[in-house]
């Protein structure tokens, strides 16, 4: 209605209106009524476009999965950064530790020199026993031949104390000769 | 809309000049982008190695692992040579700002002349060493100077924590670490190991993040048959007696007879390997090896041994040595002493040189030569140590009419010391000549390599070595090598005084070699000893100079391998505490030590301990000695002795009472005794074993 009082009010200044009820020819100046179909579309739907829908869905994976693929590739790469860092720092630990084990095997081996605890013993007013002194206790090599009898001689010779990696495996290498 | 038409209204010019603009424009676009691709191009293919190296160079560090030397052990497995890190200090001279002022600083720091740095900053641009593998103090301070173009790479230095001990064995290397002389040298291509390469990929404040490469591969480690307690023993009785005589040079070697293996290998002048350039060249000679001499009259053991090997003679024949004189293709070889009838045994016993002679001829050239040969003697016993000389030794077809002579006694003939204690270990171990051997085991990762087998092959019959070996403890026991006797053991051995050739080629009269070989227990050998002591001063005879020197090492090494003692002498006089022993008859007030250790105690004190004795007691108690050991009856059962009560007390305490009481002791465990057996109270014979276990 609304629209119809507007036109109404309009000058007509276009063209004359024609009369409905009046032959064309005769219509001219007439009121026209135009009739505003109401039309509710609110419940109408879209039909869905499957094809699109799935095209959408597939450009959207698309991007996800290109953009897990930076992000993966990012966090990998940072992370590669990361644990290298610390694999370095391990291995410069490891490295350093295995040194400090070095030093003190030296340290050690340098500390058990007999010219040294020698020197020490006689600063401390030991000497070394006579041979009246020394008593054998404990098993002594059984005299056999005299292979046999300077073998069991040898292998039962005082040893070191096997107190590192290195020694013991070389007094099991000499153990197995 | 008429309006707005006429708003953008071109003209004709307007239009072509829009259209050349445009056509500018986008001719400036395109070219820029092809500038732009033609520099990518550039960049990205022509130059893609290039720049690529220089980027790599930028972020990545290239590191060189030196190669990391194995560790040398000794039997025991007591490291003798390792490696250990230390800080090369290195300089880019074309990056310090100031050369001399840092050369000025770095100086004192690295103990270097200043002007000795000046010089290298100058000759180099690129690089050079500022002092290599520094002491981790001085790489320290050098650090802390923070200096621009000085630098620092690790690398590997060799140290011998026991510094000269088996200094001539060892060896040393280099600054590059390669083996120069001894095992380092010999075995350098088992111990050196692989260097490795390691790049570092580094940020932009140069730190490293990434690693790869191969970081090298270790060397393997060597075990050596020395043992480090018996090379102390001889290397202090060796300098003791280099000492006393005021000696050029000198020898010890100690053997196992039986395997050949060498437990202890001494050599004088010597050297410490962690500072070796600081030593004369004579002094890293080892002598024990690559040196030669006239072995005197212990080459005797050869001589003597092939006339009995084939049965020309036996030890009790008695020959005629002339009273000291005989004459030889028109040369007369006087003795040292004027002896007349000598058994075979007595010229060695007394080392009659006509004696000698006389074997010698009865063998003839060829034969003589043979077991020469036999013995291992003019070649190469192929020990692991570099250097080693084969002596000197004619073929018999080049000997003179006098050779045969000269070479039975010991002249003419040059061994080195590890050719003659192989020889006489020979005859200890019953008549096989077993290889001398150095190494034990080399190994790497629990893997082995394979060692060449342990060979000997017989040169004497059983027989022979048997009988060699009674007169060489006959020798000890009754002859000129009476100061090697050690208390409680049986000993055979050898003296020889050689004289050395002179500058003038003769023999000298002044200069000679003293020497003992000699091998204990007689029974059962489980060491043989060499001692060699180059031009002594004040004595030259092998029995005084030597002699004493054997002794020495001996008791020390039998006691430290703990070797049962063979002679019965001293059970009875520990046992008999006074009752057996015939009243004034040679005692021996007991020594400061024996009163200390056994209270009371007023048996024979063994000559070999008493050597500050007068000779006349010690002969004394060597004579009841003798006698105790003659015939069968070596332990009295008669009296019986009460065992005590051991509870509670030490192994020391309880070995005491039970050496003093004659008893033999079986020890379990360790701490303090809890249990006896037999028990406290009961009366047991002298030498019944007694077992006592102990407990913490």
Known sequence: MASVAAESSKPSTARPKLRRNLPVSGRAGTTEVRFVKRINNSRLRREVDRRKQRECYRLLALLVLVFAFGFAYAWQHFQCLRLGYEIQGLKDQRAALQQLNRQLRLEQASLADP?????????????????????QVGPVPTTGSGTEFAGNVLEAAPAASPDSGSESHGKAASKEQ | ???????????????????????????????????????????????????????????????????????????????LAMSVARESIYAVPAEIPDRDMVADLLAPVVGLDAAVLRERFHVSHSFCWVKRKAADDEAARVRDLNLKGIYFQKEMKRVYPKGELAAHALGFVGTDDNGLAGIEHSLNGEIVGLAGKVVLAADARRQPFLSKGAEGVPGKNVV??????????????????????????????????????????????TFNPNEYTKSPEEA???????????????????????????????????????????????????DHERFGNLTVDDILVHSSDVGAIKLGLRLGKDRLYRYITRFGFGEKTDIEAPGEERGLLKPSSLWTGISIGEMSMGQEVAVTPLQLVTAYSAVANGGVLFEPRLVRDVFRDGVHDSLRPVEGHRVVSERTAAMMKQMFQDVVEHGTGHLARVSRYTVGGKTGTAQKIDASGHYSHSHYIASFVGFAPVSHPAITILVVIDS????????????????????????????????????????????????????????????????????????????????????AADREAAQLNQGTLVVDEGPRVTVPRFSGQSVRVVARECQERGFDLAVMGSGLAVEQRPSAGTQAHAGARIIVRFAR
């Open chain 1, 115 to 135: 010219q040294r605890i020698d020197m020490l013993a006689q600063q401390e007013g030991l000497t070394a026993p006579t041979p009246r002194q020394v008593i």
């Open chain 2, 536 to 619: 002594p001063v004040g004595a030259i005879f092998g029995g005084d100079v030597s002699g004493p020197v054997f002794k020495s090492i001996a008791e020390q090494t039998l006691a430290y391998l703990n070797v049962p003692p063979d002679t019965a002498s001293t059970l009875p006089l520990l046992a008999s505490a006074g009752p057996r022993r015939p009243a004034g008859k040679g005692p021996k007030p007991p020594t400061d030590d024996d009163s200390d250790d056994l209270p009371g105690e007023t048996t024979l004190v063994d000559s070999a301990a008493g050597s500050a004795l007068p000779v006349s007691l010690r002969d």
């Open chain 2, 1 to 79: 809309m008429v309006t707005r038409k006429s708003q953008f209204r071109f003209g004709k010019g307007d239009d072509s000049r829009i259209i050349r603009r445009g056509l500018a424009l986008g001719a400036a676009l395109i070219l820029s982008m092809a500038c732009l691709i033609a520099r990518l191009y550039y960049l990205q293919i022509i130059c893609y190695a290039d720049l690529t190296e220089r980027g790599q160079k930028q972020q990545q560090r290239v590191v060189d692992v030196a190669p990391d030397r194995g560790t040398i052990f000794d039997r025991n497995g007591r490291p």
């Open chain 2, 224 to 269: 050596l048959t020395l043992d480090e307690s018996i090379q102390y023993i001889a290397e202090k009785a060796l300098a003791e007696a280099m000492a006393q005589w005021h000696a050029a040079g000198g020898v010890v070697i100690v053997q196992n007879p039986n395997t050949g293996e060498v437990l202890a290998m001494s050599s004088r002048p």
């Open chain 2, 284 to 334: 890293r000679v080892d002598r024990a090896i690559g040196w030669v001499y006239e072995p005197g009259s212990t080459f005797k053991i050869v001589t003597v041994s092939a006339a009995l090997e084939e049965k020309l003679t036996t030890p009790e024949e008695v020959i005629n040595c002339q009273m000291g004189s005989i004459r030889l293709a028109n040369h007369v070889i006087h």
